[in-house]
Structures are given as structure tokens and as C-alpha cells.
């Protein structure tokens, strides 16, 4: 039904075309102005023309004629400015109706993010996100303390302990071995020598032992 009654105009679009208009009719008294102002010339020039003849008559006529195109100069400045102050507020009324269309599009959206934020929810979530934070926390020490077991030193200590052992009885071997390929002196004298000399090798034995014992501590 547009094209029989003509579609409505929004507000935008009729302060646009009162714009328009009043600018139109500023440019109109311009020109009226503008030509009034050449009449006031020419009068004045035809007034010097007819004092210098001694038209006095003539000279009060157009004096008269001066008189009322000033007024119509200055009537039609002051309508001018008159619809210039009109102009100026349809533009103040433009941009007032601009703010307000766009705090409303900003108010809608600030409904709409009102609306989408639920505070029972959000504060659910973050109870929810502290939770399973902790519980990351916690199995995280666990593992810590599952990796340190994992790989202490009791194993390494254990397994030093069995490398000593080790070495200590190798070394008691060896010492046995030594004693038993010592030889034997016939008589009570090779008696008292065999007495002897197991003292005096245990006793480089020990000695031996301690010190192998000394060497391994300190490496």
C-alpha cells in the first residue's frame, strides 16, 4: 500500500528534509538581500544625481524609498538569522536523536549479556573449578611422593651394602689362600713358627683389611 498512500518517513528522514528546506530558504533571502543592497546602491547614487540638479522633491522621494530598503535589508537579516537558530536546533535534534538510538542499541545488548549471565551459575562453576583444582593439587603431590619412593637411594644404599660384603669376603679368600701356601718348618721349632706365623699374618691381614676397608670409605 506504500505506492498509494506513500511510505511514512521516519523521524531521521523528516529532520533531513526540514534541513533542507530551511536551508534553502537562508539561500533564498541571500539573494533577495543581496539585490535589495544593490537597489540601496543605485537609490543612493540616483539621490547625488538629483541633489546636484536640484530635484529636492525627487530627493525626498527616493530618500523615503532608501529608508524602507534598509528596513527590508535588515528584516531579511534578521529572518535569516531566525532560521538559521531554527536550522540549528533541528541539527541539535538530530544528533539527540542519534545518542538515543544508539543508548538503545547499547542498552539492548547490555540485556541481552544480563540475561546470558547467570550468577547461580557462574558462582556453581567457579565452586566446581576450585574443587577440581585442589583435587589436581593433591594428586599431584601424590605422584611426587610416588616418584621420590620410586627413585630414592634405599635401593642404591642396599646395593652397596651387598658390593661390600662382596669385596670383604673376596678379600678373606684371598687371605685364606695366602695362609695356606705358607710352608711348614719340621720339629717343635717348625711347630712354633706355624704358631706364629698365623698370628703375625692374621694380624697383617687385619691390618691389610683396614686399610683396602679405609681406601673403599673414602672413594
Do not use: C, H
Amino acid at each position: 500500500m506504500e505506492w498509494l498512500f506513500g511510505r511514512r518517513m521516519t523521524p531521521e528522514e523528516q529532520l533531513k528534509k526540514n534541513q533542507r528546506a530551511l536551508t534553502k530558504a537562508m539561500r533564498e533571502l541571500d539573494r533577495e538581500r543581496a539585490k535589495m543592497e544593490q537597489q540601496e546602491k543605485k537609490i543612493i547614487a540616483d539621490i547625488k544625481k538629483m541633489a546636484k540638479l536640484g530635484q529636492m522633491d525627487a530627493v525626498k522621494i527616493m530618500a523615503k524609498d532608501l529608508v524602507r530598503t534598509r528596513r527590508y535589508v535588515k528584516k531579511f537579516m534578521l529572518m535569516r538569522a531566525n532560521i538559521q537558530a531554527v536550522s540549528l536546533k533541528i541539527q541539535t535534534l538530530k544528533s539527540q536523536n542519534s545518542m538515543a538510538q544508539a543508548m538503545k542499541g547499547v542498552t539492548k545488548a547490555m540485556m541481552s549479556m544480563n540475561k546470558q549471565m547467570k550468577l547461580p551459575e557462574i558462582q556453581k562453576i567457579m565452586q566446581e573449578f576450585e574443587k577440581q583444582s585442589e583435587i589436581m593439587d593433591m594428586k599431584e603431590e601424590m605422584m611426587s611422593d610416588v616418584i621420590d619412593d620410586a627413585l630414592g637411594d634405599e635401593g642404591d644404599e642396599e646395593e652397596g651394602d651387598a658390593i661390600v660384603t662382596q669385596v670383604l669376603d673376596e678379600l678373606g679368600l684371598q687371605l685364606t689362600d695366602q695362609l695356606t701356601g705358607v710352608p711348614i718348618a719340621s720339629g717343635s721349632v717348625a711347630v712354633a713358627g706355624q704358631a706364629k706365623v698365623p698370628v703375625a699374618a692374621e694380624a697383617d691381614a687385619d691390618a691389610d683389611l683396614a686399610a683396602r676397608l679405609e681406601n673403599l670409605r673414602r672413594e
